[in-house]
C-alpha cells in the first residue's frame, strides 16, 4: 500500500461521519416541505407552514438518526479524533455560520438585486469539502450551483422576501438530497477501494 493510499484511508477514516450520506437526504426532504409556500400549497396560511416544516424536520430528523444507526451496524464506527476538527468548528462557528446567517437576513430583509446566500453557501460548501478530507468532487459543482444562483432573482420572479427565502431553503434541500446520495455512493466506493488496496497489500 502506498503513501497516497494510506493518506486517502487517513482522510476518508478521520470523516468518516460526513461521508455517511444518507443522513442529509431526509433533512433534505424536511427543507423542501419548509420551503413550500403557504397557500399556494399548504392550507391554513403561515400556521400550515410553520406546522408543516416543524412535522418534517422532526421526522427527518428522526429518520437521520435511524440511518445513522443503520450506518453503524453496516459499515461499522470509527473513533474520531477531535483535534482534527476543532481548526474547522472554530471556523465553522466564528466565520460560515455568521456569515450563512447575515446572508440570509440580508437576502430576505433588504432584498438586494443578487442573492447574498448564493456567495455565503458557495464559501461555506468550498470549505467543508476541503476540511473534510476532499475526495468527493461533486461538493466543487456544488459550490459552482451555489455561486451561479446568486443571480437567481435576475432569471426568476423572486420579488417578495417569502420567494426569496422558500427558493433558498429549497435549494439547500435539493442539495442536501443530492449530495447525501452522491456521498453514500462514494462511501460505498471508497470502502471497495480499501478492501483492494488491502487485498493487493496481502
Not at 493510499?5 to 427543507?31: C, E, K, M
Not at 474547522?88 to 460560515?96: E, I, N
Amino acid at each position: 500500500m502506498n503513501d497516497a493510499s494510506l493518506q486517502r484511508i487517513h482522510d476518508f477514516t478521520a470523516n468518516y461521519f460526513f461521508w455517511q450520506g444518507l443522513r442529509w437526504v431526509p433533512l433534505g426532504a424536511g427543507l423542501l416541505v419548509l420551503s413550500l409556500q403557504p397557500g399556494k400549497w399548504l392550507p391554513f396560511g403561515r400556521w400550515g407552514q410553520a406546522l408543516a416544516g416543524a412535522l418534517a424536520i422532526t421526522i427527518a430528523l428522526a429518520l437521520s438518526n435511524e440511518i445513522g444507526r443503520w450506518y453503524r451496524r453496516k459499515f461499522g464506527a470509527v473513533r474520531s479524533d477531535a483535534s482534527l476538527h476543532a481548526r474547522r468548528d472554530l471556523l465553522k462557528w466564528t466565520v460560515f455560520y455568521p456569515l450563512i446567517v447575515t446572508a440570509l437576513i440580508v437576502d430576505g430583509w433588504w432584498r438586494p438585486p443578487i442573492l447574498m446566500s448564493g456567495i455565503a453557501w458557495a464559501a461555506a460548501i468550498a470549505a467543508y469539502w476541503a476540511s473534510t478530507g476532499r475526495g468527493r468532487n461533486h461538493y466543487v459543482v456544488i459550490s459552482a450551483v451555489f455561486a451561479l444562483s446568486t443571480f437567481a432573482p435576475l432569471m426568476f420572479e423572486l420579488g417578495s422576501r417569502v420567494q426569496r427565502l422558500s427558493f433558498i431553503v429549497a435549494l439547500i434541500g435539493l442539495v442536501y438530497m443530492a449530495a447525501g446520495i452522491l456521498d453514500h455512493l462514494a462511501l460505498l466506493r471508497m470502502l471497495q477501494g480499501t478492501e483492494a488496496d488491502d487485498a493487493g497489500a496481502v
